[in-house]
């Protein structure tokens, strides 16, 4: 079994970017937040060089 924590969903005119994590009882919401922003950062660089 696997998650996909990162994908991205698009048509002709727009995109959507998805980006999961793991919250547990531990987990802190400032460096989850932190942890997700910098996953949708990662497929946000890579469209943007597509389209360059």
Do not use: P
């Amino acid at each position: 079994m696997f998650v996909n924590l990162r994908c991205v969903h698009f048509d002709e005119s727009r995109y959507c970017i998805y980006a999961g994590g793991g919250i547990t009882a531990k987990s802190e919401s400032a460096t989850e937040w932190d942890e997700t922003s910098a996953k949708s950062q990662v497929l946000l660089n890579a469209i943007n060089q597509s389209l360059s």
